[in-house]
């Protein structure tokens, strides 16, 4: 498994990660309907790959045998009341390739670019109900810090509640970002 920064030419790899994510990860979260007419060409042009500018998000990419299998997008905190912190915007795994690391890679990857860019502290926001991923940011780390919201999405043009992390979602929580204790070369299993 190769983790490398994602390329505009990745586009519609990730997009079709992205779009089978959601089909199965929200399933019981989103309208069917919703979910059902979510088209990989769509969500690939809002894809902005290849900025140099470390305030821009940064998109980092799980490639094996030229296959894209998940990706974390991560850059500068949104929200105004944590203005120093950095933020995973997201992260999404292929559902055939659940349970096979590549999750655990992504945010290792996601955490070590933020710290490189000098965020100590990361958040990021959960969709209400989503228990498999609350439990993932749980074991890495992740912890509620209380906040939620109920926002227009972006994708369903509809209101969810979210909660923060200390990452992003339903304001699940804040984490803090310890010193690297290992290299930040992105390969996968590490060296």
């Known amino acids: ?4 920064p994602a390329e505009p030419d990745d586009a519609m790899a990730v997009a079709h990660v992205h779009v089978r994510s959601w089909q199965k990860a929200y399933r019981t979260l989103i309208p069917d309907d919703f979910l059902d007419g979510l088209r990989p060409e769509d969500r690939a042009q809002r894809y902005t790959f290849g900025s140099p500018d470390p305030r821009q998000p940064w998109t980092v990419v799980a490639e094996e045998a ?18 120093d912190d950095g933020e995973l915007y997201a992260i999404y795994v292929d559902p055939g390739q659940w349970g096979r690391g590549i ?13 490189d860019l000098g965020f100590r502290q990361a958040a990021l926001w959960v ?13 890495d780390g992740w912890a509620p810090d209380g906040v939620r919201r109920r926002q227009v999405s972006f994708l369903t043009g509809g209101r ?8 992003q979602g339903v304001g699940f929580g804040r984490r803090i970002l310890p010193a690297p204790t290992t290299s930040t070369k992105f390969s996968w299993p590490p060296t």
């Not at 999750?103 to 710290?115: D, E, K, P, Q």
């Not at 969810?160 to 990452?167: A, D, K, L, V």
């Open 1 to 4: 498994m190769l983790l490398r």
């Open 66 to 83: 030229g296959v894209i299998h998940g990706f974390a997008t991560t850059g500068p905190g949104r929200d105004s009341d944590l203005p």
């Open 103 to 115: 999750g655990n890679a992504l945010i290792s990857a996601a955490r070590a670019r933020l710290r």
């Open 127 to 139: 969709l209400a109900g989503n228990v498999l991923a609350e439990r993932f940011y749980r074991l």
């Open 160 to 167: 969810g509640p979210h909660s923060r992390f200390g990452e």
